[in-house]
């Protein structure tokens, strides 16, 4: 197994969190959409943002949207820099680059 790999953040180690990252790579996303898109309970929401939240991979914003409250999270710089750079990781192994 590659040392690079071995070497990447814990973060990455759950689907939910890796399924998580991904989809908001794409766009910022409400708390239901995401949970949709993971399709885990309320409890392992809560449990993988929180851990995501703590290691500055992701940033959330509370607001009222025709009053009610509306949870976004958006990937941040370091979240993008980081899964980038595992996915690139991942295609070095696939394609036998190093």
């Known amino acids: 197994?590659?040392?690079k790999l071995l070497q990447t953040s814990k973060v990455f180690e759950s689907n939910i969190r890796l399924q998580m990252?991904?989809?908001l790579?794409?766009?910022d996303l409400t708390y239901r959409e995401l949970k949709?898109?993971?399709e885990c309970s309320d409890g392992n929401m809560t449990t993988h943002t929180k851990k995501l939240i703590e290691n500055d991979y992701i940033s959330v914003k509370k607001e009222f949207i025709n009053n009610?409250?509306?949870t976004t999270y958006s990937?941040?710089?370091k979240g993008r820099r980081e899964f980038l750079e595992y996915?690139?990781?991942l295609n070095s192994l696939t394609t036998g680059s190093k």
């Open 68 to 70: 009610k409250p509306q």
């Open 36 to 38: 949709d898109i993971c």
């Open 87 to 89: 996915v690139n990781i």
């Open 21 to 23: 990252i991904a989809s």
């Open 75 to 77: 990937l941040t710089k």
């Open 1 to 3: 197994m590659s040392t």
């Open 25 to 27: 790579s794409v766009s």
